[in-house]
């Protein structure tokens, strides 16, 4: 795998840090700012926001740019949010830089994205996907971990402060590696943009993106809401808390890295076993969620089978969009966004209607259930047209490539 593969993945790493870290640092922003803890809130719904309008835009906007200038832009753009953020003493601007920093991490992985299918052959798209997305999977891990403890120590400012300098070697590393990749720093050549819009009438690409914010949607539904599962379910302490999120987390990046060596071979099957599973893990965590063993358990294979079956779906998305080069990691990016953005508002909803903690399991499971069902529904016909993942116009020795 090229260099730069892991480069764009520490990239990834640092705005996943930031994008899961206000878990932890709500309710000292609020004190420190005097602004009730539910505004304090509204800085994760403005990230949300950015992410899922963010692709889209900044892949229109960047669209005939070269991908290492676009790429370097974003991450700059990101590290000034965050340096701005630790500085400022009002909550409106640390409001707007938190949806402008999401304006960039969306725009850093819709062409991260697109980028990453480029400097590998089209059977071995997969792997370079498994790379570049498990620096998502180790900031649950590793980074929102550390940042909280750091907002604990240091304040919430130090925490902010570490996202920006953070970005200083991924620029560097991304600059440096894009140099000796020629098709990474090229200007982005390619169909107009009418034509790569025109992509999203193609309904082996709707589908696909359709199946892949349904499997996040239920994915984030469940993992926003595991804390009070693991203390108000299991009976555990509120120390149990992290080590149930890292779990989730060591599952996630077990999950991309397992389904990436495995997808660009066999998409089909993945997802046809790891589709059920994922719908019969939820459901067993909700039915087994009082036994603090097996609910640990559960959570780390949950993990793993949602972010293998999610990283496929992403996969699947860049193979049917591959007549919207620059479009194609927009598309996939937003799919997974809109899910992103949509479970934890699903969860609250069901919490909202009978109280229960394990409501947004449930949600999950539903949200699940509904994916498998477009899948059923949408069989391949005997010519097998139907899970090509090939958009029309395209080759089938491309499409046989990206199957392996």
Known sequence: MPLVLFLLALAVFVMGTSEFMLAGLIPAIAADLDVPLGAAGLLTSAFAGGMVLGSQLMAVLARRWPPRTTLLACLLVFAGCHAVAALTPQFPILLGTRALSALACAGFLAVALSTATTLVPAHRTGRALAILLSGTTLATIAGVPAGALLGTAMGWRATFWAIALLCIPAALGVLAGMRRTPAASART???????????????????????AALVNAGTFAAFTYLAPVVTGVAGLADGWIPVALMAFGIGSFLGVTIAGRLSDRWPGPLLAVGGPMLLIGWVALALLAARPGLLLALVLVQGMVSFGVGSTLVARVLRAASGAPTMGGAFATAALNIGAAAGPGLGALGLSADRDVLAPIWVAAGLTAAALTVMALSRPRRDGSATTGRPAGASPHRASRARG
Do not use: C, H
């Not at 193609?202 to 199946?211: D, E, G, I």
């Open 189 to 211: 050549a390619g169909p107009d943009l009418r034509s790569e819009l025109a992509a999203l009438g193609s309904s082996t690409l709707l589908r696909a993106m359709v199946l």
